[in-house]
């Protein structure tokens, strides 16, 4: 469990995210945590160096759905790493279960398959307080810390590209 805040990160580690392109498929699911998550993370892009016109966002239904989008993008969109941000919150029935495997193991295999990053920024909480908690309450903004990873994987996916072209 989190007991720290996971919005913080020391600028002068993180690359220049200039040069990236990035997206990110936010579940409708839960909006109130999403869309803090979704801010969190757009914030961060911007703060460390991404253009807002390099940032494309699409909405899915639910989590489950995430990874359809997530491919949907891959497939669709010239981007440099993905962020998938839903919230599932655990209920009296094996629901929550059966979508937190099924989402895991889906941004897995496309992390598996294709040569883009999926970052799993999926909040998957006892109670909805716990997940207020992490998405801008008490313990930071899961969004953000996400962000930051996002722009480490894409500086990674693009090593090979001169060091002057990715802004260090």
């Keep these: ?3 720290t805040n996971l919005s913080y990160y020391d600028k002068a580690t993180i690359p ?3 040069s990236f392109r990035f997206g990110i498929v936010v579940s409708e699911w839960n909006p109130e945590i ?3 998550l979704h801010k969190g993370a757009i914030d961060a892009f911007l703060d460390c160096g991404a253009q807002e016109n390099n940032i494309t966002s699409w909405d899915v239904p639910g989590s489950f759905e995430l990874v359809y989008g997530c491919k949907k993008m891959i497939e669709s969109q010239k981007v440099d790493a993905i962020i998938a941000i839903g919230n599932v919150i655990q209920g009296e029935t094996k629901h929550f279960d059966f979508v937190c495997e099924g989402v895991t193991q889906g ?13 799993f920024c999926v909040l998957t909480d006892n109670t909805k307080q716990q997940s207020l908690d992490r998405s801008g ?18 500086a990674l996916k ?6 002057s072209s990715l802004g260090f």
Excluded: F, R
Excluded at 107 to 119: E, Q, R
Excluded at 137 to 154: Q, R, S, V
Excluded at 158 to 163: A, L, V
């Design 137 to 154: 309450g008490k313990l930071g903004n899961k969004g953000i810390e996400c962000a930051i990873a996002a722009i480490k994987m894409a």
């Design 1 to 3: 469990m989190a007991t």
């Design 16 to 18: 220049n995210a200039k």
């Design 158 to 163: 693009n090593i090979d590209k001169p060091i």
């Design 107 to 119: 941004i897995v295999d496309l992390n598996i398959k294709y040569d883009i990053p999926v970052i």
């Design 34 to 36: 999403t869309g803090n």
